[in-house]
T-cell receptor, first 116, second 115 residues
Framework: AQKITQTQPGMFVQEKEAVTLDCTYD???????LFWYKQPSSGEMIFLIY??????QNATEGRYSLNFQKARKSANLVISASQLGDSAMYFC?????????????FGRGTSLIVHP | KAGVTQTPRYLIKTRGQQVTLSCSPI?????VSWYQQTPGQGLQFLFE???????NKGNFPGRFSGRQFSNSRSEMNVSTLELGDSALYLC??????????????FGPGTRLTVT
């Protein structure tokens, strides 16, 4: 079974609108971390937002917020007021504690295209 | 502060050869992780080094190896290259790699093509 599932291979959004990118995860650990990264066509992965499994509040970073629903094991990324520069691949990832450090597992990604 | 740098950016090798990729982390960062990204398998964790010791390893064959130097710079080596090793290899650094420093900063990657 996949540990991280991103069911939307591609998403389109109009500039200035909000968009939600879905992510569900699978773990039996109590302590884990959830992340979202952006990868523009240049290839570099850019850290966007982090949510710890014990954090009760949803994480927010500027226009990015993480809709964390622990019981449903979902960690959706919400981008408010989309900009053309938001067009990129978006990866959801989970880090679990294994063998002395935190090991990440990545989803297959969602390609977001922002239309003017 | 300078970001994570990776050299070379592009590399073309022949099947059977070996290759060494280099990664310089952000100054002060002691944890360096390596990832392989391919269209077929997505982004996969290779290994993590912390204070010159391999702290964790992903599910890759022994042809993939790495090391970390005292200045935290890291190298990864792939021996006996196969066509399937063609990929974008990403390096990421973080302060400690533990739960309190979850942010990883990625380099631009090395694009390896095996012919």
């Amino acid at each position: 079974a996949q540990k991280i599932t991103q069911t939307q291979p591609g998403m389109f959004v109009q500039e200035k609108e909000a968009v939600t990118l879905d992510c569900t995860y699978d773990t039996s650990d109590q302590s884990y971390g959830l992340f979202w990264y952006k990868q523009p066509s240049s290839g570099e992965m850019i850290f966007l937002i982090y949510q710890g499994s014990y954090d009760e509040q949803n994480a927010t970073e500027g226009r990015y917020s993480l809709n964390f629903q622990k019981a449903r094991k979902s960690a959706n990324l919400v981008i408010s007021a989309s900009q053309l520069g938001d067009s990129a691949m978006y990866f959801c990832a989970m880090r679990e504690y294994r063998g002395g450090s935190y090991i990440p597992t990545f989803g297959r990604g969602t390609s977001l295209i922002v239309h003017p | 502060k300078a970001g994570v740098t990776q050299t070379p950016r592009y590399l073309i090798k022949t099947r059977g050869q070996q290759v060494t990729l280099s990664c310089s982390p952000i100054s002060g960062h002691r944890s360096v992780s390596w990832y392989q990204q391919t269209p077929g398998q997505g982004l996969q964790f290779l290994f993590e080094y912390f204070s010159e010791t391999q702290r964790n390893k992903g599910n890759f064959p022994g042809r993939f190896s790495g090391r970390q130097f005292s200045n935290s710079r890291s190298e990864m080596n792939v021996s006996t290259l196969e066509l399937g090793d063609s990929a974008l290899y990403l390096c990421a650094s973080s302060l400690e790699g533990g739960p309190s420093s979850y942010e990883q900063y990625f380099g631009p990657g090395t694009r390896l093509t095996v012919t």
